[in-house]
């Protein structure tokens, strides 16, 4: 069984912030693959579904974000699970917006809720970091992850929520390399051979200039 944690903030204020991106993957993963409802348990939400014969749960928690260790930690001696068996999606402020990354382990990197979980779970779990770009100072961070995504953000950001949608049955059988090619294929398609065709301008056809050298002006051009 595996444990998927989409970090973010309760409450319709918070929905479209940075910070809820983690949120915003649960919700597409519940919706396309057919979860059951969402429901009120571990200080949180959750759904639950499959990818073949693997039973999954989603989990959503509402303890706002410094505090999403309570819930995580709740969930996993719940259901039995070990850190191995969870998976956090997460906004990540080191990465550009539309790269994603995996992660097993390691530092918070200064993320509350991720200092949150390490404090109740230990740091032995995965991570799908999502990158949301840096303000371009640490001071200016809180308020930057705080706010919504802007307009211009919708187009890569719903592709890549298609993407982690394609390849969550990779990520959960452990094929990570998989479940990042699913997102690419959405975030930067290659470009088809085709089109570059069709862009390409024509080079007009021409007919060859008539030979009107002599036979004897031939013979001489023939053996220079």
């Known amino acids: 069984m595996k444990l998927l944690v989409g970090l973010g903030n309760p409450g319709a204020k918070y929905a479209q912030n940075r910070h809820n991106i983690g949120f915003m993957a649960m919700d597409r993963i519940a919706a396309d693959h057919d ?26 928690p509402e303890t706002f974000m410094n505090l999403s260790g309570q819930s995580v930690g709740e969930a996993m001696r719940y259901l039995k699970l070990s850190p191995g068996d969870i998976i956090v999606f997460h906004d990540e402020i080191d990465l550009a917006p539309g790269k994603v990354r995996l992660k097993t382990g390691g530092g918070h990197a200064g993320h509350n809720g991720l200092r949150s979980i390490h404090g109740h779970i230990g740091p032995d779990y995965d991570r799908v970091r999502l990158g949301v770009g840096h303000p371009g100072h640490k001071d200016a961070v809180p308020g930057y992850v705080l706010r919504d995504f802007p307009k211009a953000d919708a187009a890569w950001l719903d592709d890549e929520m298609r993407g982690i949608s394609d390849g969550v049955a990779d990520l959960v059988a452990g094929d990570g390399p998989k479940f990042l090619n699913a997102i690419a294929l959405r975030v930067a398609p290659p470009r088809s051979s ?7 301008p024509a080079i007009p056809a021409t007919e060859p200039e008539p030979d009107t050298r002599s036979a004897m002006q031939k013979l001489v051009d023939r053996f220079r």
Do not use: D, H, M, P
């Not at 089109?195 to 390409?200: G, L, S």
């Open 35 to 60: 979860f059951s409802a969402w429901r009120s348990k571990f200080q949180g939400q959750i759904a639950e579904g499959r990818f073949g014969s693997e039973k999954v749960t989603l989990l959503k």
């Open 194 to 200: 085709t089109t570059a065709k069709r862009t390409t």
